[in-house]
């Protein structure tokens, strides 16, 4: 089955400590994103990658990096420069051109900082 | 003024009722539309879409698109207890970016 992947499901963070959270699509989708959720603000883009080794910054980039060594995989590390990251963060993909570009969303990693 | 307003709900109906679902937004270079469903804790999951104005159905799902107005609609005909979810609108102006909604919470009760 096509689909997106995101590891872990939930995720727990020291105050201080760099996480990364795992992406993986099958679709051969060209584009690929990180969104952060929170209740009452909507879907918020941090990053997204339309090619290998090429990324741009979202609307919410700082505390946060990315690389796209691979179509296939988009990783995002949440850094300690992060003030607040606990929330619900979900991948998504998209082909790059043509079409009405939906954006296809994987399951979401829940990440909370004790 | 954010570039899309969602009414964030909650929007609680009997099962069985009709129920709409709207955003409203600035950008009128915006001409892909897309609506999205989201149980809790879990991704959203593409319902429809449609590009410029006009209406488009699927099932009970119907999405409509009013560009002079700035409006779009999703009507849900025979709501379901399973239909209970938060929706998102989206859009984008024919590249990459798109932009949500902070999506509407929908209660269906049997």
């Known amino acids: 089955d096509g689909g997106i992947t995101q590891s872990p499901k939930y995720l727990f963070r020291k105050e201080g400590q760099n996480v990364t959270l795992s992406c993986e699509q099958n679709?051969?989708?060209?584009?690929m994103y990180w969104y952060r959720q929170d209740p009452g603000q909507g879907l918020r883009l941090i990053y997204y990658?339309?090619?290998?080794?090429?990324?741009q910054k979202g609307d919410i980039a700082e505390g946060y990096s990315v690389s796209r060594e691979k179509k296939e995989s988009f990783p995002l590390t949440v850094t300690s420069a992060q003030k607040n990251p606990t929330a619900f963060y979900l991948c998504?993909?998209?082909?790059?051109?043509?079409?009405?570009?939906?954006?296809?969303f994987g399951p979401g990693t829940r990440l909370t900082v004790l | 003024q954010k570039e899309v307003e969602q009414d964030p709900g909650p929007l609680s109906v009997p099962e069985g009722a009709i129920v709409s679902l709207n955003c409203t937004y600035s950008n009128s270079a915006f001409q892909y539309f897309m609506w999205y469903r989201q149980y809790s804790r879990k991704g959203p999951e593409l319902l429809m879409y449609t590009y410029s104005s006009g209406n488009k159905e699927d099932g009970r799902f119907t999405a409509q698109v009013d560009k002079s107005s700035k409006y779009i609609s999703l009507f849900i005909r025979d709501s379901q207890p399973s239909d209970s979810a938060t929706y998102l609108c989206?859009?984008?102006?024919?590249?990459?970016?798109?932009?949500f909604g902070t999506g509407t919470r929908l209660l269906v009760s049997p």
């Open positions: 990658s339309q090619i290998v080794n090429d990324f």
């Open positions: 989206a859009m984008n102006t024919g590249f990459q970016k798109l932009v």
């Open positions: 998504a993909s998209s082909m790059l051109a043509g079409g009405p570009h939906e954006q296809f």
């Open positions: 679709l051969n989708h060209d584009a």
